[in-house]
């Protein structure tokens, strides 16, 4: 794709936030046009969740298969109860308690799709994933438009997931109409995905909200260890699948050792330029030319909310060879390193 639209940025004070601003970023997407947006997890690319030719051109302008289903936001439950289906009373009773709970927030319920969605959104599905996002422009800017916004992270298909304007601007200045700018994401990992149409319910792709928390309020257990389309991965065999990757190779290391075992690696790389990604309490103890601090192991928000940051820094760094320790034992571990193992492509060295 050419780069030749007029991308406009809106740079927003969450205290303080410009109408006008609000108003022209929802006339892009009424529009047709494309927006990049802040969400509490990561920026959205959104267009008109109602209109195949808008969902068309997210798919081309994030190089991202078509048949890999967009996510829904809506504003507030008229606009929920538009977006799905009512044919399936059963599903329909849990997202409402599920809403009712978490609702504005990082959770994406998938339901039987209501006839307003058409399929290209839904990469073909019958099926659609829908959520309400907490931060203010985000809802204002969907409740503006008065129509559901389809927005996948705002990434080129492949890279880390954007939790910075920068990051979309580095992906898709000149390519989208809009871009506001709200500062860093606060939860900084995408939206907990649940789907509501098998039984019991599953969990398709961790994040903030977790299992427990969803089990309290639905009061029964759900699974964990699905897949979203996405995640199903490549379709032709011996394809190599990596995602939110960074150029560098990068490897995760575990186990009592994995200290020496990262500074030793470091050095047989010495010729390379090599990057450690470790816990704040760890950053003086390699030996690395680049340390990467993703913050405090006692904070797993932190790590969370930098995560994706750090994976982009690797590249602006030039780094070749990186290190990560396993972050699976702080709060919030489990989702991080979901990320993370794709981002290595699967290069974990359980060193003990
Ligand atoms: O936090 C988030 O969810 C962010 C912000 C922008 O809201 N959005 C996001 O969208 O992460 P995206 O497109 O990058 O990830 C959506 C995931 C994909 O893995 C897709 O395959 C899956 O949701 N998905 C969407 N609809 C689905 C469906 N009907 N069935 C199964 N998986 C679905
Ligand atoms: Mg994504």
Same mark, same amino acid.
């Given at each position: 794709m ?11 004070d ?8 609000i ?9 047709g ?23 068309a ?5 994030k190089?991202?298969p ?10 507030d439950?008229?606009?929920f ?5 009512k ?13 009712g709970?978490?609702w ?8 039987e ?16 994933a ?9 809802r ?6 008065g129509?559901?916004v ?7 298909s492949?890279r880390?997931?954007?939790t910075r304007?920068?990051?979309?601007i580095?992906?898709f200045y000149?390519r989208?109409?809009?871009i506001?700018d ?12 649940i ?7 599953a ?14 309020v639905?009061g ?5 260890g699905g ?16 995602h +939110? $990757?960074?150029?560098a @190779? #990068?490897?995760i ?6 200290t !020496?075992?990262i500074n030793?690696? *470091? ?20 030996a ?15 790590i969370?909310?930098?995560? +994706? $940051?750090?994976?982009? @820094? #690797?590249?602006e760094?030039n780094?070749e060879?990186?290190? !990560?320790e396993?972050?699976s034992? *702080?709060?919030?571990g ?12 699967g290069k ?5």
């Open positions: 050419s780069n030749s639209i007029a991308t406009r940025i809106f740079v927003i969450e205290d303080n936030i410009d109408e006008s601003y108003r022209e970023a929802a006339s892009i997407i009424k529009e046009g494309l927006l990049a947006f802040p969400t509490e997890t990561v920026y959205g690319l959104g267009g008109d969740a109602t209109d195949a030719t808008a969902a051109r997210i798919y081309a302008a190089g991202r078509s048949d890999n289903p967009l996510i829904v936001h809506v504003s439950m008229d606009m109860y538009k977006v799905v289906s044919r399936d009373e059963e599903s329909l009773a849990l997202a409402e308690k599920l809403a709970a978490f504005p927030g990082p959770l994406t319920l998938i339901l799709k209501g006839d307003l969605i058409p399929g290209q959104t839904t990469g073909g599905l019958d099926t659609v829908v959520r309400m996002p907490s931060r203010r422009a985000a204002l800017i969907i409740e503006k438009a129509i559901p389809a927005a996948p992270s705002a990434n080129i492949g880390p997931s954007p304007a920068a990051h979309v580095e992906d000149g989208i109409e809009g506001v709200d500062g860093p994401s606060p939860i900084g990992l995408e939206s907990t995905i789907d509501l149409t098998v039984s019991p319910p969990i398709l792709r961790k994040g903030f909200i977790e299992k427990q928390d969803i089990e309290k639905l029964m257990p759900v699974t964990e897949n979203t389309v996405e995640n199903k991965g490549p379709k032709a065999p011996g394809m190599k699948y990596r +939110y $990757a960074p150029k @190779s #990068l490897t290391v575990s186990g009592i050792r994995m !020496s075992a030793e690696m *470091v050095r047989k790389n010495k010729d390379k330029k090599t990057g450690v990604i470790c816990v704040s309490e760890n950053a003086d103890l390699y690395s030319e680049k340390i990467y601090d993703v913050g405090s192991r006692d904070r797993g928000e932190e969370m909310a930098n995560i +994706y $940051a750090v994976l982009r @820094s #690797l590249d760094d780094i060879v990186a290190f !990560s396993d972050f034992e *702080v709060s919030h489990d989702a991080v390193m979901e990320r993370l193992i794709k981002a290595a492509g974990i060295l359980r060193d003990n």
